[in-house]
Structures are given as C-alpha cells and as structure tokens.
C-alpha cells in the first residue's frame, strides 16, 4: 500500500467520512508515516472481530487504515451499547496506551480493513529515532483524547457543543 494515497488527507484536511478534529496527525509528511509505520505493527481484520474488549491489559494504541470500528461498552443492563464509531485516519486506543490500565470499552469492526498498532515499546523506538515526531504523535494523541472527553462529558451532562 502506498503511504501517499493511504495518508492523502488532501486540502480539506482529512477523510470525508472522517471527523476532521479526530484526524490523526493531519498534517503529517510521506516521511513521517513511513517512519512512524516503520515500528508498527500492522493487523487486518474482517466485519465482526472484535479488536479489543473491555478488561484487556494491553497497552498499544491503533491507527485505522481502512475501515470502520464501533466502540462498545456495557452498561447496567449488561448489553453491549455503542459509544461511537471510529473511522479510517483516526486512532483507538490511547487511554490505556497513557494510563496503562485495562481497556474500558471493547472495539468490533464494522466493515474489513487494516490497522497499525503501536506498542509502548515501538513508542519508544520511534522516539529515540525521530524525537520531534513522537512529541507530534504525543501531542496529537493527547488532542484526540481531550476531544473525546468533552464529547463523553457534553453527552452525560446533556451539553450540545457547536462545533
């Protein structure tokens, strides 16, 4: 697969199913994907896997490729309820690759596709070999996740954000 056309995010700044401010590293070179692809590592997937589920203790981040995930999470009924979807150029993950706790919700694909998966250790790879592009990755890691925190809070305190 060509990195050009795999991370052609094109003048609008991102996939036209991706949400834009869920884009990750949207400003990011040819060169800085191959170095960051360079310690992933990379998983197809089929409709239907389950990609992670809730209570595992891995600690690895993901970069959506191709496809479409939904994340789930179990609520007082004990049935499955899905938080969200998460599309191509965006990135799952990234609580427990910080925080190192157990995943909180569980994620299934969609549709089939390809992810890239980076482990803390590949983390630190990266970093000793491209220092200013794993403080990017940090960085836009940490945006993402605010984003999703506002998003969960706006939801439970009933809050409509404009965009």
Do not use: C
Request: aromatic fraction near 10%.
């Amino acid at each position: 697969m060509s990195l050009t056309s795999f991370f052609d995010y094109g003048a609008a700044g991102g996939d036209a199913d991706a949400e834009p401010a869920l884009v990750f590293l949207g400003q990011a070179s040819t060169e800085d994907w191959r170095q960051l692809l360079s310690v992933a590592e990379q998983r197809r997937f089929s409709a239907g896997d389950m990609l992670i589920l809730a209570g595992e203790q891995t600690r690895a981040f993901y970069i959506v490729a191709e496809g479409e995930l939904e994340v789930l999470a179990d609520f007082a009924s004990g049935k499955p309820r899905r938080l969200t979807t998460i599309g191509r150029q965006s990135i799952f993950g990234e609580q427990a690759f910080f925080d190192g706790q157990a995943r909180s919700a569980s994620v299934r694909a969609l549709q089939a596709g390809q992810l890239y998966g980076i482990s803390p250790d590949a983390f630190e790879l990266l970093a000793g070999r491209q220092p200013e592009l794993a403080r990017r990755v940090l960085f836009d890691l940490g945006r993402i996740l605010s984003l999703r925190l506002r998003s969960m809070t706006g939801n439970v305190l009933g809050v409509v954000r404009k965009p």
